[in-house]
Antibody, heavy 120, light 113 residues
Framework: EVQLVESGGGLVQPGRSMKLSCAAS????????MAWVRQAPTKGLEWVAT????????YYRDSVKGRFTISRDNAKSTLYLQMNSLRSEDTATYYC?????????????WGQGVMVTVSS | DIVMTQTPSSQAVSAGEKVTMSCKSS????????????LAWYQQKPGQSPKLLIS???TRESGVPDRFIGSGSGTDFTLTISSVQAEDLAVYYC?????????FGGGTKLELK
C-alpha cells in the first residue's frame, strides 16, 4: 500500500524558514516523480513544485521560485520542501503527492497533509 | 498559465439524482501526438486529502465506482455522477497536467438538498 507521511509543519514567523519532509513507503520511491501541492484554509488546490524520479529536474510555480526548493533522497525514500522567506500567503496545508505513472502532474497518491502557518 | 474554470461552484443534490459539473480550460488540453486530453478529476471529502478519480478526461482509476463518468475533449469537460450517493458529498476539482504550472479549477461542492 502506498503511504506518504508528511512532517515538519507548524507556526513560523514571516521571513523565516521551514523544511517539510515526506516519508514514502509501499512503492519503489526512485521510480516516480513527486510533487508538493498546497491548500490555503477554505480554499482550492495549488500546485507548488515537482521533482523528477532521479532529482535531475525540478519545476516550481512562479510565486515560490527562488524561495522554495524541492529535493529528494532516494536512499531514504524521502521528499523534502525547503521553504525560505516565508510569507503569510504561504499559509496552507501542504500535501506530498506521487505521480500516478510517468506523467508529471497526474497526482495519483496524496499524503494526509501538514499545516504550515506563517504569522507573527 | 492555463486557467481552469469550474461550474457550478456548489450544487445541492438528493440521493439518487444525476449530477453533472463542468470544467473549462483556457486552452486545449488535447495533445495531438497521442490524442490524449491531459485532464484529471479529484474528489476531496471533508477533512480528507484529495483522491484521484479520473485521468485522461475519461479513464476511471481502479476502485472508482462506475457511476463516475468523465467526458469531454479540448477545452470542455464534464464529470457526471449517474446516481449520487451520500458518500459522494465532497468537493470535486479538475486539473490540467498539459503544461506547467499544473492548475486546478476552483472546485464544485456537492451538498445535500
Amino acid at each position: 500500500e502506498v503511504q506518504l507521511v508528511e512532517s515538519g509543519g507548524g507556526l513560523v514567523q514571516p521571513g523565516r524558514s521551514m523544511k517539510l519532509s515526506c516519508a514514502a513507503s509501499g512503492f519503489t520511491f526512485s521510480n516516480y516523480g513527486m510533487a508538493w501541492v498546497r491548500q490555503a484554509p477554505t480554499k482550492g488546490l495549488e500546485w507548488v513544485a515537482t521533482i523528477s524520479y532521479d532529482g535531475s529536474s525540478t519545476y516550481y510555480r512562479d510565486s515560490v521560485k527562488g524561495r522554495f526548493t524541492i529535493s529528494r533522497d532516494n536512499a531514504k525514500s524521502t521528499l523534502y520542501l525547503q521553504m525560505n522567506s516565508l510569507r503569510s500567503e504561504d499559509t496552507a496545508t501542504y500535501y506530498c503527492t506521487r505521480d500516478l505513472n510517468v506523467y508529471y502532474g497526474l497526482l495519483g497518491y496524496w499524503g494526509q497533509g501538514v499545516m504550515v502557518t506563517v504569522s507573527s | 498559465d492555463i486557467v481552469m474554470t469550474q461550474t457550478p461552484s456548489s450544487q445541492a443534490v438528493s440521493a439518487g439524482e444525476k449530477v453533472t459539473m463542468s470544467c473549462k480550460s483556457s486552452q486545449s488540453l488535447l495533445y495531438s501526438e497521442n490524442k490524449k486530453n491531459y485532464l484529471a478529476w479529484y474528489q476531496q471529502k471533508p477533512g480528507q486529502s484529495p483522491k484521484l478519480l479520473i485521468s485522461w478526461a475519461s479513464t476511471r482509476e481502479s476502485g472508482v465506482p462506475d457511476r463516475f463518468i468523465g467526458s469531454g475533449s479540448g477545452t470542455d469537460f464534464t464529470l457526471t455522477i449517474s446516481s449520487v450517493q451520500a458518500e459522494d458529498l465532497a468537493v470535486y476539482y479538475c486539473e490540467q497536467y498539459y503544461d506547467t504550472p499544473w492548475t486546478f479549477g476552483g472546485g464544485t461542492k456537492l451538498e445535500l438538498k
